[in-house]
């Protein structure tokens, strides 16, 4: 493709490291601004953001030439609202040449602009550019990435270079203008913490009720990131906000973060960006393949950690996965913490989780405010790794239970009982629970809305029979249970609640 001449004042398409094309203009940079060295580049403006970059020529695209291709490829709110902005632009340009009354070219004049607040490495303030079109890491196994899915679409035709931000000295980000955001208030709460030492060795963190001790949380200094907004993601920043801590997110889907920016946290480009800026980062995704990627992939979390940063792993994985990003993370010079957590979606949004961290002491006793914000206990148990292992047996636990309440609801069925009875009597009995309750009642009325994901319990299964394995220990429940997990994926149930491995016995 010809090269493109540009000048000052042009309407343009600019890629930004993995970010989707967005539209911008080419502008003057501050006096007191150098040209980054290096290939040829421009400085842009982009619509909808107030955001600035030097952005390099060979990713830079008229904006009219590429107009209808862009809009194909990018669907979400965000990028609308940017390309009515440039429209709102275009108009009010057209409206003042034909209200020119022919004494001088418009061109020539210059508008008044706002001082240029650079955001270096360390800045807590952060913009958007979203790419509202990337699919969430916490709901499955992450998508190729945004070049590669680019490539396969309407705008192949582009060979748009993607270029990890942060490594990148072409790529310099400003902030023309944010809005101020209030901070999130102080609110009391009913738990504080108390710390038990057990026999095993293990601490335990443990929520008591402040209304008889007058306590609250007093959120810690830190700046916090947290990285993956999805079943669980959602209810613990959530309640971080609301206790007071400073929050930056990033999901992969940008929009969720959407709801959380309003209610008061700040909005990282990357994990790497997010890494670099906090003060100890949590991330919490589907799987081992995604926790991975999250760290090394592009513009990953490992890119942004220097020595001191904390990174808390908060996704179930395996024990090999934990071992893999605490080795890489120490590497660095940072500090790593996995605290997986034990819960539903609904515990999430109560605060009332279970956590079992393990590994850097130091970086669970700094987490001890964030920690009391989004469980109800939380236990280390030593070296990392160890917390993997015993979440795996839990999940296994409660995968094999599920699964046998479903087979007993349907034999109860085929052999001419009442399921309803059958629940009333188990409710009764000394393995009744809140956790049946709920399941059983929700099968009975068809509600298979997620609590937590089928796929992910399946996933926890098989991970907890590999470690079996590798233990050289059977595990024949586990196997049994397993497959019929994986029968009701084969019929549609992946993003159901892990009760509708009930519909793996009526199909």
Known sequence: MATVHLRIGDLVWGKLGRYPPWPGKVVSPPKDL??????????VKFFGTEDHAWIKVEQLKPYHAHKEEMIKINKGK??????DAVEDFLKKAKGKEQNSDGKGDSKG???PTKPLKILEEDDEDLSALKDPSEKDLTDSDPEPSTLE??????????????????DDPHFHHFLLSQSEKPASSMEPISKRLKIVEEESGSTSIQAADSTAINGSITPTDKRIG????????SGIVSNLLKMGHVVTVWNRTAEKCDLFIQEGARLGRTPAEVASTCDI?????SDPKAARD???????????????????EMSTVDPGTITELSQVITSRGGRFLEAPVAGSQQLSNDGMLVILAAGDRTVYEDCSSCFQAMAKTSFFLGEAGNAARMMLILNMVQGSFMATIAEGLTL??????????FLDILCQGQMASTFVDQKCQNILQGNFKPDYYLKHIQKDLRLAISMGDKANHPTPMAAAANEVYKRAKALDQSDNDISAVYRAYIH
Not at 36 to 41: M, N, S
């Open 281 to 285: 980062t949590f991330s919490c995704v």
């Open 34 to 43: 150098k040209k980054p060295r290096g290939k040829k580049c421009h400085f």
């Open 149 to 166: 899915r680019l490539g396969a679409g309407p705008g192949s035709g582009f060979n748009w270079e993607s270029s990890p931000v942060k």
């Open 412 to 421: 109860a069925q085929a052999t001419g009982q009442s399921q309803q009875t």
């Open 78 to 83: 965000r990028f609308q609202q940017a390309v």
């Open 109 to 111: 004049r210059k508008t």
């Open 226 to 233: 947290f990285l993956g907004l999805g079943l669980m993601g």
């Open 294 to 312: 999250l760290v090394l992939g592009p513009s990953g979390v490992l890119q942004g950690i220097r020595p001191g940063k904390c990174y808390v």
